[in-house]
């Protein structure tokens, strides 16, 4: 998978290269709007990263020329600017999804892998790490065939992490997909902590290894290694 | 206009009264003097009428057919006959009997017709080719042997016109220079009575940014330039409220992101100090970002807010059942009062609607019920309720929490306002939530208030306009 990255701050640019370098993906980077051009009219890329705000030739303009190209590559826009009419403006120049800039990092990776496996339908059924069974469609939990009784609520925050299992998720991406909440500036953060002291309660705490993780100052993890 | 009246105020003022002043006096000179000519013109008749009268007493006709003019004593005398009187004599078939030598060939107006029964002819004025004006009368007399004859008497009416002339230019010196002396004097009335005016242009424009404190001085509050030096500083008030709030919001604002700021920078230069392992150092980057998140949040805040002021929001306003709204808020909330044992219950009316944006006003109620559960102690109660009274929706949130000081019910939904510095930062508030919260129960068209009882309870009340519904209108027909 070859992701291009158009970002004009290096520190981002790199950090960004890094991590999605660190998920396995191969990552080309491009500083200005024109070399990112250059890159995407020269090569085949599975998805691209661009940043709105960018000396020269910005991010919507380099857009519409790849969408008057033609090119159908996945692009995932940067802002940093939560306006309304930059959503739209992006969103109308053929943009994919895009991401307010500060973002956690476990959310970009989330997007991408959503992004780059668009069409291929949500595994239903049973999902199931270790000795840990969810089953989707009868919403029942099992650990080493021993039955937990969840709440909806706790389910479905199971059944979140269950999906991105081996990745992290932030609290943000909880607050979006799971209580629908748009605007960050609502106080949900003490409330899916607690959440996810009561999953772990039922979870893991009758057994000696432990599946839900969290990591510090970035979010939770379903994991079945020690971490 | 101003430019031919002079560009300011004062000039213009003195310059309008003036002409209105000369137009009055101007008006006035014309009348009286036409008055005074008229009364002239009588006064000459009348004296006319008595010479009349007179030259009828000593006409006769002498023996030698002529007329003649008796002096008093009962004597002709030419001389007499010259000597004022201006005389004609015409026979009623229009010939001309006598015509004193002063008037030379000058006739005093046409041949005269006989009117029957009129025996006089009222006065007219008359100018002689030489320039001379008179006043000319005639009147039917007969005489003696009974013939008709037709005097006409006319005097001079040079004395009049002296009189009258003189009359215009004790007016024509006298009037424009009261309309001098009144412009002079309406001039510096107007100069004093725009003197505040001055001062206070001069004071305003003193007043900055960071004088806005200073006030204009009042000299009378209840004239017109009081109202309007009135109305200016209670528009400086306002201005100086506003500056002050915001002048409070950015030092809020940089020491709220401060904080963060330092904690990022002593961890991260704390840890480089010191060696340790991989454990050590995963935890104070994680530390770090938990920094990190606590300044989005911040950020994020401040830019719905600002968003806010900016009335850049997009509200998708829906009929919304206030008891569902509150009872979902609640219900996201509800983990957190379960954590402290806490009663949590949602009551009230469940036909209250209101039209409203569920998401934008949700915020609002999670944000008073988060507040209400974290103020309120372990084993406390917290109660929402919703109703209905006759001129709004209103929401109340009571909680069991240590209440809100009177004195500071209004500076709560402050930016960054805390009643208790401390306690709240420790719990991860960013000291918006309430400002937040009045804002989008304010962008609803509703209030939003704090009750209760200080040291026992609070009560926050909402109070949002009732959706007029077409529904029930509807179901009638």
Redesign the interface.
Known sequence: MLILIVEDEPKVGNALREGLEAEGYGVVLAPTGEEGFFHASSRRFDLIILDVMLPGRDGIAVLNMLRKQGAQTPVLLLTAK???EDRVLGLDAGADDYLVK?FAFAELSARIRALLRRNKAEPEGVLAIGGLEVDSVRRTVSRDGQRIDLTAREFDLLEYLMRNHGRVVS?EMLARDL?KE??????????ID??IA?LRRKLDDPFSAKLLHT????GFTLNEEQS | MSGLLGRNLRTRLTVFYASLLAAALLLYAVCVSTFFLRNLREQLDSSLDRDLETVEAILYVSPDGQLQLRSHEGEADEDELDRGYLLEVWSDDGRLLYRSEQLGDQPLGQVPKVIPGHSRESAKSLQFTSGMRVRAMSRLHHMPDGKAVILRLAISEEPLWREFWKMVAVLGVGLPAIVFLVVIAGYLVAARALRPVDSMAKRAAEITADHLHERLTIDNPDDELGQLGTAFNLALARLENSFDQLRRFTADASHELRTPLTAIRSVGEVSLKKSGDERYYRDTIGSMLEETNRLTLLVDSLLTMSRADGGHVQMNLTPVSLLELAKESASIVEVLAEEKAQRLRVDGDSSVIVRADSTILRQALVNLIDNAVKYSPINGSILVNVANNQESAVIEVHDSGPGIPIELRNRIFERFYRVDKARTRAEGGTGLGLSIAQWAVATHGGTIEVQGEPGRSSIFVIRLPKLVTRTTTMSKH
């Open positions: 939560d306006a309304i500060p609290r209580w748009t605007v960050r500036a609502t106080p949900l953060d003490n409330v607690v959440h009561r990591v510090r100052g970035v």
